[in-house]
């Protein structure tokens, strides 16, 4: 009866989305217009030949419509935008959507010319433009599959560019993540889950290239390997996070055979003496690994699971500790990999505001009180571990751990093998803690040092301007660090000492064993990841992103833009699992928008609504990765601290949504209709919180156990 139920519901949440809306191609089509200017412009080179064209965007960038540059400003005149389609639309801002897009790509290529671009004639043609203008045509051919733009210079130049293959999303763009979601929820088996979402995806798109029903199912698993998994498995950046998590492992395998992570836990435990304790110093770690969520998962989980292990508590509740302590942290510190990816994202807009876009880093740091997500995040978790409440399912998790000593639920099964978890010193070793904090150490000092000597040596000459601030200056080099290399280097560095401590300990023998039984139990975990990505890949090809966002549209009052921005942010991040995806494809379109539409109102004005919806974006990604279990930062989190994927969503599912709701509530929602300021809101979110734990949450200790 229960499998039936369960079915049905599935069946109908599937069912439900041919109840949406199409969403509007003709205006998809105008709202992805900048898409054309990254194409080349010319005859194709013979086949052998190097590609010398130029962008679309290069040569209107360096024609004649630019009527004003300097060495890192430049303006740029507009005077018409005209918009054509195949398809019929009863939207009457067609030209409008095409203008924004293009001005949009035009300043992001700008700005990787360290330019920023003003435009005269944004919002409409000027009697200034009209005289020294480009103009634009935009064409989208459905029958054809194409967008295509043409520019006439001033002086009459044509250029013109087109995007072959182009087709706007769908509804059936939100089957692929669904099915995934769904069977994960269900069935409890993220392997299973996340490859019948990806097999959808690869279906999807054979069916949207016109092949029958039968030849799409036909062709769909060469397309599972061969467009989809090969893809993954060929990227440089993927392969550099897989070997990452594979040295800090085997680091932490080899760490445990000389003794060191049992002399860590001794010494911690001096002062760690309980659940509540070891919980605290677990959070106060998660805020000290500020630079990278990357490494925060994996250090912080991995380090104290034998602590937490001994105590009894839950494998749910230290992912959950882990997880809200690496994106949350690295997304609002002024000094981590984060930071300048969430500035480039709207920096090239701030022109549309009035702000030219070496402005970002103050308009980010301005942002950071709107920031409600996180830091309401930050605090519950501080206010569990210390109070050493629990409400919801985490409460059951933490009750069941304590009381039977099963950390994983009956049945459950870890990201990370028991053989990997329950690695035992070397008989001969004596415990020390060094062995375990040096490679730490070392792990944690190279990645750094890798980060800044990367990203010095790509702004030779930085520390010296004095032109610019030193927040900027550090975020400058963190962005530019390869933070992806970095840390694989660390990590692999931390290895290589943890088996020279190993070494001279005298459990040399041990360490070939240490690292084949780490990697053997995390096969798993890996297949996990790159399933993950996978699906975040076929969600982008089908645009999953992009039907959602137009799908709730810009047709809205002021003072809902915060709100609705945070709901659209998260059912992207949620769908797609990644929060920089997600910031990637709404930034840019937030800016100019939020700021013409708070000059419409009195009380909010632009500049004030476009930080609280900057804000909204950036934290509606992270929660909604937080609820996400195709995210790859909470299957780094389950992964590092064993814990059963599926559990470790749900469990953290509960605190999420709580946090949402404050941080909506006592947060976007006061400060853009009732005019608060962002300091009241946190006060007032803190206290919602405080209340929330003390009359929701019960002790899962007895008092002398805490």
Not at 503 to 510: L, N, P, R
Not at 607 to 614: D, K, V
Request: aromatic share 8%; hydrophobic share 50%; with cysteine.
């Amino acid at each position: 009866m229960r499998a039936a139920l369960i079915a049905l519901a599935c069946f109908l949440a599937l069912a439900a989305i041919q109840l949406l809306p199409q969403a509007d191609p003709a205006r998809l089509a105008a709202q992805n217009a900048h898409a054309v200017l990254q194409e080349r412009v010319g005859p194709a080179p013979t086949e052998g030949a190097s590609d010398e064209r130029a962008t679309l965007a290069a040569l209107i960038l360096d024609g004649p419509a630019i009527v004003e540059r300097t060495a890192d400003r430049a303006t740029l005149s507009i005077f018409g935008v005209g918009f054509e389609s195949s398809v019929p639309s009863e939207d009457l801002t067609l030209h409008y959507h095409a203008r924004r897009s293009l001005i949009r790509g035009l300043r992001e290529a700008a700005a990787e010319r360290k330019l920023s671009l003003a435009v005269e004639g944004e919002e409409g043609p000027t009697a200034q433009s009209q005289a020294r203008g480009a103009s634009f045509g935009v064409r989208h051919d459905s029958a054809r599959g194409t967008l295509t733009v043409e520019v006439t210079q001033p002086g009459g130049e044509r250029v013109r560019a087109e995007l072959d293959g182009w087709t706007p999303p769908e509804r059936s763009s939100l089957y692929p993540p669904l099915v995934a979601i769904l069977l994960a929820v269900v069935f409890r088996r993220p392997v299973l889950a996340l490859f019948s979402g990806v097999w959808v995806a690869m279906v999807l798109a054979r069916l949207e290239s016109g092949a029958s029903l039968g030849g799409a199912l036909a062709g769909s698993l060469p397309d599972f390997a061969v467009k989809s998994l090969w893809p993954q498995l060929a990227s440089h950046d993927k392969l550099l996070i897989i070997g990452f998590v594979i040295a800090m492992l085997s680091m932490v395998g080899v760490m445990t055979k000389s003794g060191g992570i049992r002399g860590l836990v001794e010494s911690v435990a001096k002062f760690a003496r309980g659940t509540r304790s070891t919980q605290v110093a677990t959070w106060l770690m998660g805020l000290v690994v500020f630079f990278d969520d990357y490494a925060n998962c994996i250090l912080v989980g991995t380090t104290m699971r034998p602590l937490s292990d001994r105590f009894r508590i839950s494998r749910e509740k230290l992912s959950y500790l882990v997880d809200s302590t690496a994106a949350p942290v690295a997304g609002i510190s002024i000094f981590s990999t984060w930071i300048a990816y969430e500035v480039s994202t709207f920096a090239p807009q701030l022109p549309a505001a009035g702000l030219t876009s070496d402005q970002g880093y103050a308009v980010f740091i301005a942002s950071l009180p709107f920031r409600f997500y996180c830091i309401f995040t930050l605090v519950l978790a501080g206010l569990i571990v210390f109070s050493g409440r629990d409400f919801g399912s985490m409460l059951a998790a933490e009750r069941r751990a304590r009381s039977t000593g099963l950390l994983v639920r009956e049945g459950g099964t870890p990201m990370v093998g028991d053989a990997a978890t329950h690695i035992e010193p070397a008989p001969s070793v004596i415990p020390r803690a060094h062995r375990a904090i040096i490679p730490m150490f070392v792990f944690i000092g190279v990645t750094l040092f890798e980060i800044l000597r990367v990203g010095n040596a790509e702004h030779a000459g930085l520390w010296d301007d004095k032109s610019i601030d030193l927040v900027r200056k550090v975020t400058l080099v963190l962005a530019d660090g390869e933070s992806s290399r970095a840390i694989l280097i660390g990590s692999t560095s931390g290895f290589l000492v943890s088996c020279l401590l190993a070494f001279f300990a005298g459990a040399a023998s041990a360490i070939p064993g240490a690292i084949a039984t780490t990697i053997r139990n995390m096969g798993i975990a890996v297949a996990i990841l790159y399933l993950a990505w996978m699906i975040g890949a076929a969600c982008e090809d089908l645009g999953t992103a992009s039907y959602l966002t137009e799908l709730l549209g810009d047709r809205l009052a002021p003072p809902l833009l915060p709100t609705l921005l945070f709901l659209l942010s998260a059912a992207i991040a949620f769908a797609t699992g990644t929060s920089w995806g997600t910031m990637s494809i709404l930034l840019p379109l937030v800016v100019g928008l939020a700021f013409t539409l708070g000059q419409r109102d009195a009380n909010l004005g632009g500049y004030t609504l476009m930080l609280l919806s900057i804000g909204a974006v950036l934290e509606g990604s992270i929660f909604g990765d937080h609820c996400s279990p195709i995210s790859d930062t909470t299957i780094l989190s389950s992964t590092a601290c064993a814990a059963d994927h599926i559990d470790h969503t749900r469990t953290q599912m509960g605190y999420a949504l709580t946090t949402m709701a404050v941080a909506i509530g006592c947060g976007y929602f006061p400060c853009a209709f009732l005019g608060w300021s962002p300091w009241a809101a946190l006060v007032a979110g803190c206290g919602a919180l405080l209340m929330i734990v003390f009359v929701f949450g019960r002790r899962s200790d007895p008092p002398a156990q805490a």
